[in-house]
Structure formats: structure tokens, C-alpha cells
Nanobody, 115 residues
């Protein structure tokens, strides 16, 4: 079992920045990748960014150049630095831990980009 707790969401103006954090606990040694998904009202959940255990990253085209995913293995933390935020980035952001047998999801944190 893996437990995930996200934090750092909130309200920000267009062009602003936020950093999301995800704290992992439990069976963390079997995690091979971490990811951030997001879901906007009326839309399907989509992958925003992912990072493997060896540090390889992957981004959705819509966030490339603006978002950066990183992890601190010593603290069991994963981060999503979001810059140049746009209203279309408004969504609930979920932290996901991937194991070979299943994925674990956090409870989500709301990000709202609005003036």
C-alpha cells in the first residue's frame, strides 16, 4: 500500500506560479514512477507530467516549457512547479504512484487560475 498526500493548490492569477507537493509513504520502494494528472470540469482526466525512478521525465504538450516535475527521494516527495499559469490549467491535480501491479492516487488538490 502507498499513501499519497498532495498540497500546494490554490487560486492564482494568470501568468502566476504555484508549486504542488506530494508526500508518499508506505511501500515506496516498489514505486517505479510518479506522475501528476489533472481533471477539469467536463473533461477527461489527463496526464500532465511524469518522472521515473531514474529521473526521466515526460510532459503533456500543453504544459511543456511551463511545468517542471521533480522528486526528492530522500524525503519521498514529488513536486510540480507550474509557471506561466493559464485559465485552462484550472483543474484538480492528482499525484499518482505507479507500481508494476497497480497505481495509487492521492485525493487531489484544486488549482484555479483566474483574475
Amino acid at each position: 500500500q502507498v499513501q499519497l498526500v498532495e498540497s500546494g493548490g490554490g487560486l492564482v492569477q494568470p501568468g502566476g506560479s504555484l508549486r504542488l507537493s506530494c508526500a508518499a509513504s508506505g511501500d515506496i520502494f516498489s514505486i517505479y514512477a510518479m506522475a501528476w494528472y489533472r481533471q477539469s470540469p467536463g473533461k477527461q482526466r489527463e496526464l500532465a507530467a511524469s518522472i521515473t525512478k531514474d529521473g526521466s521525465t515526460n510532459y503533456a504538450d500543453s504544459v511543456k516549457g511551463r511545468f517542471t516535475i521533480s522528486r526528492d527521494a530522500t524525503k519521498n516527495m514529488t513536486y510540480l512547479q507550474m509557471n506561466s499559469l493559464r485559465p485552462e490549467d484550472t483543474a484538480v491535480y492528482y499525484c499518482v504512484a505507479a507500481q508494476l501491479s497497480r497505481n495509487y492516487w492521492g485525493q487531489g488538490t484544486q488549482v484555479t487560475v483566474s483574475s
